[in-house]
């Protein structure tokens, strides 16, 4: 065009905006300023828009200060694309300031502003304003519901819900789904019951993914025969609807229903083959899985990344070397991307496999591209498992010096390198600074490495006031790790305390009364050694015998 207005300036940055082209859009508007061409508020609301879109570049008062100075920040249009983009920029009290300083305001801009504290977590916030609406539309009451979903307050969804079908408003499938989605995860079996019922009376059960939602929340819920009574009423050509009752067996151990029932599928697609792969990995049972995953490749579906993570874990509880190398060859000539759990799963794979200097070469080939911890997690816990402690706590000090923040599963296999390498003092700094540094509470398994760092210290008097001070009631293998310790260095009044409180979260713990017994004899007081086997012969409690596996 030899002259463009700003009319043709709008039209092209509202389509370019419209069609997702963003940056082509931001561009029209910047020969737009530098030509002299005055926007109007059409076009910096597509400008605002087209910002809030763009991941990175997204800076509210850049754009503010846009509309101040071509005064147009008064007009609703674009005072609510302001209010979405601080809300994008998780700026709430910028977006509440124009919001409060709005002289006029439509519906669109009330339901903006509801989604900014909806999508913030502010759900008490996002009440207030809710009960100020002077009109309720059906995108008002589902951001309400949602908000409240995300906080599993359901009790509070169930009701707006009501409130919102008094009203004359009838709830979309999404809506629904989502609502149905967190009474299974809740376990709310009658909140559930409720939605089913409205789904049927409003015409929304017989859509597919409905069929399958409702599946998957009586299997949450642990009745399967309800589960399999919606499945076999609905159409058994959904793939949908066969994936949710494996994936529900699953979830209630039923492995072999689940096998059953894959087995009898008319079609699968990845989501089939990826659940039953990773059920019988979760099951140990590594063979089945590797074969599934070959009769998968073979019929000729392409593997996805919760497959490959599923078969590696299987592969790795083989320990078959040959068959991980495979399955890297297989991502490698596939070009699968190598994202942070895939790569954990092959940094894990090779050292529970015994290469962990292949899982070290890995690990130092992606470090640098990982986004988030889990390939450091893998690396620091296999090397302080399979032999290299010294190198496991080095690469924790490196991470120390990244961007990446340490979680829970970091510290674990650092207490595990510092327990495998004797480090107690080591270990006891790096048990104290988990919440001192990092806010991260320890669990019962981080007690239970550090108690098992002191325990072979000899520390025991420590261990038991450590114990005592737990936030959480000590378990069974929290006693048995000091009971053992007591074992180990002849410690005979803390091991009849420890077998005290083993015999009593299980009478039957043949493991615990053996300890005692030896740590009996091994001081010499074979009076008790008598008593103590006589009192398990007595009552019937038996030492599960151990087994080993040389392949």
Request: proline share 3%.
């Amino acid at each position: 065009m030899p002259n463009k207005d700003c009319v043709s300036f709008t039209t092209m940055v509202m389509g370019l905006a419209q069609n997702d082209r963003f940056y082509d859009a931001l561009e029209v508007f910047k020969e737009m300023r530098l030509v002299g061409v005055k926007p109007n508020e059409v076009t910096l609301a597509s400008v605002i828009s087209s910002y809030s879109r763009l991941d990175g570049i997204c800076n509210g008062s850049m754009v503010h200060a846009l509309a101040l100075k071509a005064g147009l920040e008064g007009f609703i249009l674009v005072s609510t694309n302001l209010i979405h983009i601080y809300s994008v920029d998780s700026r709430l009290d910028d977006a509440k300031g124009i919001f409060n300083d709005m002289r006029e305001r439509n519906l669109i801009t009330w339901n903006v502003m509801l989604n900014g504290f909806s999508k913030a977590g502010y759900v008490d916030a996002a009440r207030d304003l809710f009960e100020k609406f002077p009109g309720k539309d059906l995108v008002s009451w589902s951001t309400m519901i949602g908000a409240f979903v995300r906080k599993d307050r359901l009790d509070d969804a169930l009701v707006t819900l009501r409130e919102m079908v008094c009203y004359g408003f009838r709830p979309n499938e999404v809506l629904t789904v989502d609502l149905v989605s967190a009474c299974g995860r809740l376990m709310n079996i009658n909140g559930g019951q409720q939605l089913h019922c409205i789904s049927i009376k409003i015409g929304l059960d017989c859509y597919v993914f409905m069929q399958a939602t409702i599946i998957h929340f009586y299997a949450a819920c642990k009745k399967m025969e309800l589960a399999h009574l919606q499945f076999e009423l609905g159409c058994k050509e959904n793939i949908s609807s066969w994936n949710a009752l494996i994936a529900g067996f699953l979830t209630n151990g039923m492995v072999d229903l689940a096998s059953k029932a894959f087995n009898s599928m008319p079609n699968r697609d990845v989501v089939s083959w990826s659940t039953i792969i990773s059920a019988y990995a979760q099951n140990e049972q590594s063979e089945l899985a590797f074969e599934r995953f070959q009769e998968m490749l073979t019929s000729g579906v392409q593997p996805n990344e919760i497959t490959m993570v599923s078969i590696l874990s299987a592969i790795a509880q083989l320990g078959s070397l040959k068959h991980g190398k495979w399955v890297h060859d297989y991502i490698l000539d596939k070009s699968i991307p190598l994202n942070d759990n895939l790569t954990a799963g092959l940094i894990d794979m090779y050292a529970k496999c015994g290469s962990i200097k292949e899982a070290l070469e890995l690990f130092n080939q992606e470090r640098n591209r990982a986004k988030s911890v889990s390939p450091w997690n893998a690396i620091i816990f296999g090397a302080a498992v399979h032999g290299n402690p010294e190198t496991s706590l080095r690469i924790f000090s490196d991470l120390e010096n990244t961007h990446l923040k340490p979680n829970s599963v970091t510290f674990l296999g650092v207490l595990t390198a510092c327990c495998h390498a004797g480090l107690v003092e080591q270990g006891e700094s790096y048990f104290k600074c988990m919440k001192q540094f990092y806010n991260i509470d320890p669990n019962i398994k981080h007690y239970g490495c550090f108690l098992d760092l002191l325990g072979r210290a000899g520390r025991l008097e420590e261990a038991e006031r450590t114990i005592a001070s737990m936030p959480m009631k000590a378990d069974v293998v929290i006693w048995g790790t000091l009971l053992a310790a007591c074992k180990t260095h002849g410690n005979v009044e803390i091991a009849e305390k420890a077998a005290v409180s083993l015999e009593k979260l299980e009478p039957t713990h043949g493991g615990g009364r053996v300890l005692l017994s030896n740590t009996y004899a091994d001081a010499g007081r074979w009076d008790e050694v008598f008593l103590v086997r006589n009192a398990m012969l007595r009552q019937g409690v038996q030492k599960v015998p151990g087994c080993s596996d040389v392949s």
